[in-house]
């Protein structure tokens, strides 16, 4: 009986032995982390929809990345602003602005990237085409929605240590429901509102550099954490967080810049700073620009002139598209945001001046006046912000007093006509400027500031007949009672 007993234990012994002896099992180790940017930028309306959308918002609450299996993986935006980016849409027509820098996301395969949106705001004009410049406002409003794309650059597969950049584009004519010259409502959940595409540089249609993904335009804020040792400073904006950037021996400074330096830099001012999106998901300082207000408060409004302003009691009316707060006892800071309308009112000013970051100007009525006349619909411009009453809910517009005018870059779309360098023509842009003669549009290669961007093409001279959009400087048109030789000098010029 003990041997029985001993064969079946035996037996027992030898089976699990057996059934533990197979091929050694592995884990597989997790995988590991890539590098993302992301840019962000838009594409207008064809510019024979004869729309004149002034200002278009709307809040960026998350962006996530769906992978082939497993859980969406979110995606951290501009430090600063965890719910509270808020993008500006015309201006992302000619300019592209940061979403996210240098985010590490896991390695891996991803079919879609979802942007979730709140607050969603857009001004017009209501008039129909006209001669007359400037226009009598409408506004339109869409829910909280979530856009999708799932094209272009998906299914993006990223390895470990990899660094990639997204660009998202925002497709407006898709979020609009418009007759005529009215937009009657907004919806980002639309389909092929948003696509994205994967950033490469260098490429035949742009003018950036090996290692460069893309130009970042016009961020304009309040300088801190100045570094002279690494040239190395961060900006504060209003609405779309906070940036580190660094200088480097291909940075331009504005001419009002007397040493053209990084010592222009200086801690507290207002700066305008156009910018290189690297690889590795580092800023670099393409140009630097000062806005030399002579208030000690850097709480500042930028906006789009809606009308002819009044002369006789120094008023004008402009539609928010972006501003800056002051670091303590700012009184904008929460009470302003892009598309609310402003009347302002300008109040013993220092001489107006232009922010030209080196551009080639014409001769203007515009630099050196303290008269409200000089400024006309069309024209951005930024004020220093002496007062201010928000609006109450029964009255569309707030008011501020303004001790300070200067003149900002506009964004605008049409379709080039006529190239000869260093100008070209255009036509079809949007009707409030009133154009019965198509203006000329001024490029700027060479100079001791900045130079024209290009974004889609390396040259004006091959868009002949294509939509472009501008960041430009506007002068007034080439009719107007004192024409200026050029109405547009442009910053940044992109195909569409």
């Not at 597989?28 to 004869?50: I, M, R, V």
């Not at 705001?121 to 001669?131: E, G, I, K």
Request: proline fraction near 7%.
């Amino acid at each position: 009986m003990n041997r029985i007993l001993f064969g079946l234990l035996s037996s027992s012994l030898i089976l699990g032995l057996c059934a533990c002896s197979g091929p050694p099992t592995t884990t597989s180790p997790p995988p590991g982390n890539a590098t993302l940017s992301l840019t962000l930028h838009a594409t207008p309306p064809l510019p024979s929809a004869h729309l004149s959308i002034l200002t278009f918002r709307a809040t960026v609450t998350g962006v996530s990345l769906t992978p082939t299996s497993g859980s969406a993986v979110s995606v951290n935006l501009v430090s600063g602003t965890a719910a509270s980016y808020v993008a500006e849409f015309t201006r992302l027509q000619s300019d592209s602005a940061l979403l996210s820098a240098a985010v590490s996301v896991p390695a891996g395969t991803y079919n879609t990237v979802v942007v979730a949106f709140s607050d969603v705001f857009l001004v017009h004009c209501t008039q129909a085409a006209s001669t007359a410049t400037g226009c009598s406002t409408g506004v339109a409003t869409g829910s909280a929605a979530t856009a999708t794309a799932s094209t272009g650059a998906f299914p993006l597969t990223v390895t470990t240590g990899e660094k990639v950049g997204l660009a998202l584009n925002l497709n407006i004519s898709s979020s609009i429901t418009a007759s005529g010259q009215t937009i009657s409502a907004v919806n980002l959940g639309a389909p092929n509102v948003l696509t994205a595409d994967v950033l490469h540089a260098p490429s035949s249609t742009t003018d950036l550099s090996s290692g460069q993904l893309a130009h970042i335009d016009d961020l304009y804020g309040v300088v801190s954490n100045v570094s002279a040792s690494t040239q190395s400073f961060t900006l504060q904006t209003a609405y779309r967080g906070t940036v580190s950037i660094t200088a480097n021996s291909s940075t331009t400074y504005d001419p009002v810049c007397s040493t053209q330096t990084f010592s222009c830099v200086t801690s507290g001012a207002l700066a305008a700073v156009d910018a290189i999106l690297n690889a590795d998901g580092t800023l670099a300082v393409r140009n630097y620009s000062p806005v030399p207000f002579t208030a000690a408060s850097k709480d500042t409004i930028e906006g789009v002139v809606t009308a002819p302003p009044s002369s006789v009691n120094q008023v004008f009316d402009i539609a928010v598209t972006d501003a800056s707060f002051a670091s303590s006892n700012s009184k904008l800071s929460g009470s302003i945001h892009p598309g609310d309308l402003v009347i302002v009112g300008v109040v013993t000013p220092q001489p107006f001046f232009i922010v030209s970051e080196g551009l080639i100007i014409p001769a203007n009525s515009f630099s050196g006046s303290t008269d409200v006349s000089t400024i006309q619909p069309g024209q951005t411009v930024a004020i220093s912000v002496s007062g201010f009453i928000p609006t109450d809910g029964s009255n569309a517009f707030a008011s501020a007093t303004a001790n300070g005018v200067a003149l900002r870059f506009s964004r605008v779309t049409g379709t080039v006509v006529g190239p000869t360098s260093p100008q070209f023509s255009a036509t079809s842009f949007p009707p409030y400027f009133g154009f019965t003669t198509n203006p000329l549009v001024q490029i700027t290669s060479t100079g001791p500031g900045t130079t024209t961007d290009f974004d889609g093409t390396s040259s004006f001279t091959a868009v002949v007949g294509d939509t472009v959009s501008i960041s430009a400087l506007y002068f007034g048109s080439p009719t107007s009672p004192s024409p200026p030789a050029w109405s547009f000098s442009a910053a940044t010029i992109r195909k569409h």
